[in-house]
């Protein structure tokens, strides 16, 4: 293959790998922590493609361990947080909430303590639009935390990498 035909192929490549990444956007990102080992990041991921995406993973160096988790029942009506190995799906033209009491990254063995205002940087991984890199906020005072429907839109830096 030659020089020029493999620019083009490349080219190409990368313009129909442009409108996935462009599908995923972050809304309203937060981490807090209530102690020195653990904390957690909430926001909004909104799908405004026509197909669904699935949330796989993520990955971070602010802790040892960081993962996808939620909340359920268990048998005595106690709520309990467990990890969600195979993530969550991200509807077509729709948003999944990641919040307290609910979906949510958890950070485990931080690495150094959330300190407010600090920037935590993560990497969600989505089946389609592929690694989203995302600058988010430390938010500790409960007044301040961003409101879903009326705080600052922030999208991803969506950094393909």
Do not use: C
Not at 128 to 141: F, K, L, R, S
Request: glycine share 6%; charged share 15%.
């Amino acid at each position: 293959m030659s020089l020029k035909s493999t620019l083009i192929a490349t080219l190409a490549a990368f313009i129909l790998a442009t409108p996935a990444l462009a599908e995923i956007e972050i809304h309203d990102p937060y981490a807090r922590s209530s102690n020195a080992m653990a904390g957690a990041a909430f926001m909004v991921i909104h799908n405004s493609g026509d197909t669904d995406d699935h949330l796989m993973g993520v990955t971070s160096d602010a802790a040892q361990r960081v993962e996808l988790h939620t909340h359920i029942e268990d048998e005595n009506g106690v709520m309990r947080m467990i990890h969600v190995e195979d993530g969550f799906v991200v509807p077509a033209a729709s948003d999944i909430l990641l919040q307290r009491g609910g979906n949510h990254v958890m950070f485990m063995g931080l690495t150094a303590p959330f300190v407010q205002d600090d920037i935590i940087t993560i990497i969600l991984v989505f089946e389609n639009a592929g690694e989203v890199t995302v600058e988010i906020p430390v938010v500790q005072v409960e007044s301040t935390s961003p409101s879903w429907t009326t705080g600052p839109t922030v999208k991803a830096a969506l950094l393909h990498l």
